[in-house]
Each structure stands twice: as structure tokens, then as C-alpha cells.
């Protein structure tokens, strides 16, 4: 069995995989091919200890290059669901399947994108974050596709040969769906409505409301709230509670990096990053 898995491909994911590489644990990393967007998109970066000014797109490459020389893979799939099981973690990946560790390290980040109002409240009664998983309840229905990068478009595809009508918010540019039953239209949703689940979508305009009725919402976003991810996480004000060691509530699940709380920085994140992974391997150890 594996000893742990990595969420997330920021600095955080990447200081505690090379640590769990140094202690000889087995893992799993889990990310996007880019690292992390949060660094891609950074103009220059002055703050980390040995590099004096260097740019975020400098900063991926010399990241690629230390996982390539520890032998470090970052597989591009997405998490769905982490499940404590006790003494062992059990982890959806969007692909379907199920991966069972001893321990897993959360360092999916923080949210980019505001949440839009009522998006909690009916998750899972309308509101999904997974076109795979949930896609299928969707079949010949209306829903709304709301997504925040180009890299979900397959994902858009996937439901608009699914759905029978997809209203497709695309909060990037350049958006490319062609498909009949998709109607693009660029605006900010300013609230998710229904009763038991959800009805529809409001938007405001010059202070009118509209409204678009549908049968669900897809939010397709890099990172989901920690709460979504982990059934039973403790979170406060939406970042993951941990302690010196890093670890969660939940027993096998530590947290690194801006997913535990501000200050949102590399140093910050990289120091927890190697402190989990240092308390994941006493914990593997003991067991
Ligand atoms: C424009 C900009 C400039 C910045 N400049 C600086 C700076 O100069 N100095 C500084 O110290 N800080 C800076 N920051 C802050 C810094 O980027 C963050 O503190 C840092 O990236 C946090 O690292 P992290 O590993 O915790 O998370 P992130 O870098 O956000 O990485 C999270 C990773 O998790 C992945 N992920 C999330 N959910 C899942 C999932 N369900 N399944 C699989 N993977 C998942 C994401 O794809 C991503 O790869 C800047 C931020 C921005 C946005």
C-alpha cells in the first residue's frame, strides 16, 4: 500500500513529495501539468530564499526540473473525494478510480474564484464540481456549465453530449465549444437559487434580476474547497485546521500550504509542505 499521496502540484505538493522522496516513503503526486497556476502567473517573485528575483514561469521550469531530477511524476488527474477510513485513506480520482494510502497531504491550494452565492448550500442538490461523476444525472436535461479555465473544455464537451441544453459561462477568454446544444454567454452569476434542489440561475443586470432556469450547475474550478473535497474536514473561515504537525482532524490526513490559512506565501507553503511530509513518515513508521 502506498505510504501517502500528494494533492496538489503548487510548492507545497512539491516541497513534501521530494521530502517523502528523501525518506524513502512510496506516493503518489497529484496535479496539472503547469505545477501550479498560482506560480505560472506570477510576475516576478523576490521573497523565496536563493532566488533573488526570478519569474513565475522561471520558477515552474526550475520546479520541473528538481521533480525530474528526483524522479518525481505529476500525474495530471484530478481528486474527487478523499475518504478517512480509519487507518487507511481512501481517494477518488476523476478518472473513477480508487486509490488507497496509509496517508494523504492536502495542498490543493486555495480558491481563485469567489463562490458564488448559494453554490454550498446546494452542493450536491443540483451544484457538482465533476462533470465525470455526475454528468450522467444530467441526461437530456438543462444546466449551466460554469467553468474557470480552458483546460476543462473536454469536460464541457463531455456534459453538452449529455445534457440536452448547456448554458456555458466561460470565465476565461478565448473559450472554443462548438456544439449545437450550447449557448455561451459571458456573465458573472450572482446567485444559485431553488427549494430541496436547485431551480435556477440569477443574474444581475443594471439592477434587474434575470433569471435562467435549469436543472444543475457544473463549477468547474482548480481548487475545491477543502470541505468539499473531505467529507467530515474541519475547516475554519474555508482553510483546512491543522496542527504543528500538520495534521487534520482526520486521522492519515495532513494539510500544506495556503489551504491551512494565510499568509498565502511560497516560503510559508513550501515549510509546511516539509513538515508534513516529515510527520507523515513518523506516522507510517509507527504503524
Ligand atoms: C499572481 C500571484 C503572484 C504571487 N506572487 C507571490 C510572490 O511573489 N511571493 C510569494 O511568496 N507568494 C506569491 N503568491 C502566492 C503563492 O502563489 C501561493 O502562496 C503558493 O502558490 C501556494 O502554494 P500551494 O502549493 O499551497 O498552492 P497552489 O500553488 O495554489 O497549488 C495548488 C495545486 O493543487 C492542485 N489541486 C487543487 N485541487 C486539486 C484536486 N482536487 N486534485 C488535484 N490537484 C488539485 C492545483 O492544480 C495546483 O496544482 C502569488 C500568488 C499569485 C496568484
Redesign the pocket.
Known amino acids: 500500500m502506498l505510504d501517502c499521496i500528494v494533492?496538489?502540484?503548487?510548492?507545497?505538493?512539491?516541497s513534501a513529495a521530494l521530502t517523502l522522496r528523501a525518506n524513502g516513503k512510496s506516493f503518489r503526486l497529484?496535479?496539472?501539468p503547469?505545477?501550479?497556476?498560482?506560480?505560472a502567473?506570477?510576475?516576478?517573485?523576490?521573497?523565496?530564499p536563493g532566488l533573488s528575483s526570478v519569474s513565475?514561469a522561471e520558477f515552474v521550469v526550475a520546479l520541473k526540473k528538481q521533480l525530474a531530477g528526483a524522479e518525481i511524476t505529476v500525474e495530471n488527474?484530478?481528486?474527487?473525494g478523499v475518504f478517512a477510513m480509519g487507518d487507511t485513506v481512501n481517494v477518488a480520482l476523476?478518472n473513477g478510480e480508487i486509490l488507497t494510502a496509509k496517508t494523504v497531504i492536502l495542498?490543493?491550494?486555495?480558491e481563485?474564484v469567489k463562490q458564488i452565492e448559494g453554490e454550498e448550500k446546494f452542493l450536491g442538490r443540483g451544484v457538482s464540481y465533476c462533470a465525470t461523476c455526475d454528468g450522467f444525472l444530467y441526461k437530456d436535461k438543462t444546466i449551466m456549465v460554469v467553468s474557470t479555465s480552458k483546460t476543462f473544455e473536454h469536460e464541457v464537451a463531455y456534459l453538452a453530449g449529455i445534457a440536452k441544453k448547456v448554458w456555458f459561462i466561460p470565465l476565461y477568454k478565448n473559450a472554443e465549444i462548438e456544439a449545437e446544444n450550447v449557448e455561451k454567454t459571458v456573465r458573472m452569476p450572482k446567485e444559485i437559487y431553488g427549494e430541496k434542489r436547485v431551480l435556477g440561475v440569477a443574474f444581475e443586470k443594471k439592477g434587474e434580476r434575470e433569471e435562467i432556469a435549469v436543472d444543475g450547475v457544473f463549477i468547474l474550478k482548480?481548487?475545491?474547497p477543502p470541505s468539499a473535497?473531505v467529507g467530515g474536514l474541519e475547516t475554519a473561515e474555508g482553510h483546512v485546521v491543522v496542527d504543528r504537525q500538520m495534521r487534520t482532524n482526520l486521522k492519515g490526513i495532513f494539510a500544506?500550504?495556503?489551504?491551512t490559512g494565510r499568509?498565502?506565501?511560497?516560503?510559508?507553503?513550501?515549510g509546511?509542505?516539509n513538515v508534513a511530509a516529515h510527520y507523515v513518515s513518523a506516522y507510517c513508521a509507527k504503524k
Not at 500544506?256 to 489551504?259: E, L, S, V, W
Open positions: 494533492i496538489g502540484s503548487g510548492v507545497a505538493g512539491i497529484f496535479g496539472s503547469n505545477l501550479s497556476e498560482k506560480i502567473r506570477a510576475e516576478r517573485i523576490e521573497n523565496y513565475g488527474e484530478r481528486i474527487n476523476q495542498a490543493c491550494g486555495v481563485s482548480e481548487s475545491l473535497l500544506a500550504g495556503d489551504c499568509p498565502y506565501q511560497y516560503a510559508k507553503a513550501t509546511e509542505g
